[in-house]
């Protein structure tokens, strides 16, 4: 079913929470299994993509459940649930390739070899996204994994072995694939060690840290663990999720006069990349509050004020660090006097859906004036953006990709006429409440 996208009659302003961060929930949420004492993270991201890592453990036999905003996992019996099983146990990725390429990591080593595999499948869209990044070099520390259909790609099958320890060199610098290495080489034997993960996402690391795993920084961003070792338990707080606050920030960034506030927002630094942009793009910026613990995940209040706006330059380095904003900021450049340049992004063209071409065509749809790169995106503005009409509104094209239908629901904000998303529904992957939280926001504007 399609939906028609709202309007701002004038300024955003107000405060609001956003769920969780959906990279340390499926973290909790998958580390739990490996715990020896009771877990708990509070503001747990309740999303379809979550709930895959969910009843991923549950599958593998841990006691966990989600009440009342708190993930809880009981400390189980570990691989020792499985034995005797025979059949595979069949796990459903969904659209989540955190699910799976972190399940491959943790499940190569701690599946107990002779005992049952695992079969990791998933969605059309996870189904047609590289996964030999993850499985090659897990096949150098001996991992036992076949692709069951294509190479490459899921489903894929996992069985138990004796991992090696061995030194990688990342091809890509992708926190999924370094957590998923992480989650090998604490079952492997002797030290692996991590290098070209640098200015990805330490989620995995400030977790396994708070679960008293001892890691070893390395010179330039590099990492060693040593196998063996029994992660403990953790209590944390999961700070609200910077790649769906990015979402409003970047709408107060646009509208004249408009002021957004976002509570208990994420203070990582790895994840501060869009708003570092929005800066550069000349928005005003502020943070306050800053709290939590310095070793696990800080949170923040974080105000975007609309300011004196330019364009941006987003370059190869800076990528990792606002990989998953850049449809918001590709939107936000439809708005800026002069070209924005997003280069060194080819990632984005496997990731839910190929987003540079999607951002490209959509915003295009609109009237915008973008010229699709191999690895980015030129935006020309500022851009007089027009719908259709009631009749015949336009249709803007998500191919079920949550960010995809989240940044054209921002730039519809701003655009003349009637628009229509074909899949609203696919928002619930990282935002259920997404619609009713955007309403409410400009309801109080
Ligand atoms: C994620 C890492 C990022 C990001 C993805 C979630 C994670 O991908 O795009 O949405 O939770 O580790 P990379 O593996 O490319 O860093």
Redesign the pocket.
């Known amino acids: 079913m399609t939906r028609l996208l709202p309007t701002a009659a004038g300024p955003v302003t107000g405060a609001l929470s956003v769920p969780g961060d959906?990279?340390?929930s499926?973290?909790a949420a998958l580390f739990g299994l490996l715990a020896t004492g009771p877990c708990r993270a509070t503001g747990w991201l309740d999303a379809a993509d979550t709930r895959s890592s969910l009843a991923a453990v549950q599958r593998l036999g841990a006691d966990a459940s989600y009440e009342g905003k708190v993930l809880r996992v009981a400390p189980g019996t570990g691989p020792a649930a499985l034995v005797g099983r025979r059949d595979p146990v069949a796990i459903d990725c969904g659209n989540s390739?955190?699910t799976a390429?972190?399940l491959m990591g943790l499940l190569a080593g701690w599946l107990p070899p002779g005992g049952p595999d695992v079969v990791l499948s998933g969605d059309a869209s996870l189904s047609g996204r590289p996964m030999n990044r993850v499985i090659e070099p897990l096949r150098g520390m001996d991992a036992d994994i076949t692709c069951l259909q294509e190479d490459g790609r899921l489903p894929v099958r996992v069985g138990g072995a004796d991992l090696q320890a061995v030194e990688h060199e990342l091809p890509?610098?992708?926190?999924?694939?370094?957590?998923a290495l992480l989650l090998a080489g604490l079952h492997a034997r002797g030290r692996t060690v991590i290098h070209g993960g640098g200015a990805?996402?330490d989620?995995?690391e400030r977790l396994l840290r708070v679960m008293g795993v001892r890691l070893e920084d390395l010179p330039r961003g590099g990492l060693a663990i040593t196998g063996g070792q029994q992660p403990g338990h953790f209590d944390i707080v999961v700070p609200g999720d910077p790649?769906s606050a990015a979402f409003f920030l970047t709408a107060a960034a646009m509208i004249p006069g408009s002021r957004v506030t976002v509570t208990g927002h994420a203070l990582n630094e790895g994840r501060l990349g869009a708003l570092r942009m929005l800066r550069r793009a000349g928005a005003d910026v502020t943070l306050a509050r800053a709290r939590g613990p310095r070793e696990g995940e800080m949170l923040g209040d974080v105000t975007v004020a609309y300011g004196r706006p330019r364009p941006f330059t987003i370059i190869g380095d800076e990528i990792?660090t606002l990989?998953?904003e850049i449809p918001a900021l590709a939107v936000l450049a439809t708005a800026l006097p002069g070209t924005s340049v997003i280069s060194g992004a080819q990632?984005l063209r496997v990731?839910?859906s190929d987003r540079l071409a999607l951002m490209a065509a959509n915003l295009q749809r609109l009237g915008a004036k973008v010229t699709e790169k191999p690895d980015g995106l030129e935006i020309t503005g500022p851009a007089r953006l027009r719908g259709g009409t009631e009749d015949a509104p336009l249709v803007l094209e998500t191919a079920g990709d949550h960010r995809i239908a989240m940044a054209m629901a921002i730039a519809a904000l701003t655009a003349g006429g009637h628009c229509v998303l074909d899949d609203p529904g696919c928002v619930a992957v990282s935002y259920p409440d997404f619609f009713n939280a955007l309403g409410a926001l400009l309801r109080r504007g």
Not at 172 to 179: G, L
């Open positions: 959906k990279s340390v499926h973290r390739g955190t390429r972190l890509v610098p992708s926190a999924q694939v370094k957590s990805s996402r989620h995995t790649s990792p990989v998953d990632e990731k839910e």
